[in-house]
């Protein structure tokens, strides 16, 4: 099993700290990691939590303008997005903002793994992170993507229940 200890030390590998991009931090409180990488603009804000026995990273988009009109073509967008991805996925938190998660179970972590998971979450975040604000906030863009997509509705389709004797 994964401890901190281990975690902060794959940290110290992968978060050089004379490599001046990474800082990190154990908030000791709240039980989990800190990292802030600016080696992109804007810089990226990572939160690694040890959970269990799953290492749960995870990464806020920022605070987005989301026009109402354009969640629908938005949320089609993240879902896309996450049949696509490999080993991370799009969500909301509990405040609504867009998340980017990873998890691995601690047992099968190792230091490759570690800086694959870091190295995969940023690059995803800061591919599309742009487009994602875009997408929020461009009307014309978002209705652009429901009509190229055939998505005109966010509400789920319904399901009808079929009868037993309609089985048989």
């Known amino acids: 099993m994964t401890t901190p200890t281990e975690i902060s030390a794959y940290l110290n590998v992968v978060a050089k700290p004379d490599d001046k991009r990474w800082s990190w931090r154990y908030v000791q409180t709240k039980g989990y990691w800190s990292i802030k990488y600016e080696g992109v603009l804007p810089p990226c804000e990572l939160n690694l939590e040890l ?18 009109e354009c969640r629908p073509a938005l949320h089609y967008f993240l879902l896309r997005l996450n049949d696509d991805l ?8 509990h405040e609504n903002k867009i998340t980017l998660m990873a998890e691995i179970p601690a047992a099968q972590l190792s230091l490759g793994a570690f800086e694959e998971l870091l190295q995969v979450t940023l690059a995803v ?25 055939d998505v005109t509705d966010n509400r789920a389709v319904p399901i009808r229940l079929i009868k037993e004797e309609q089985v048989h």
């Open 86 to 93: 490999p080993i991370v996925k799009f969500g909301l938190n």
């Open 51 to 68: 959970n269990g026995s799953i290492l749960c990273l995870q990464a806020d988009l920022g605070i987005m303008r989301l026009k109402p």
């Open 125 to 149: 975040l800061v591919q599309y992170r742009h487009e994602i604000q875009l997408l929020a906030s461009e009307s014309t863009l978002a209705q652009l993507l429901l009509k190229q997509m």
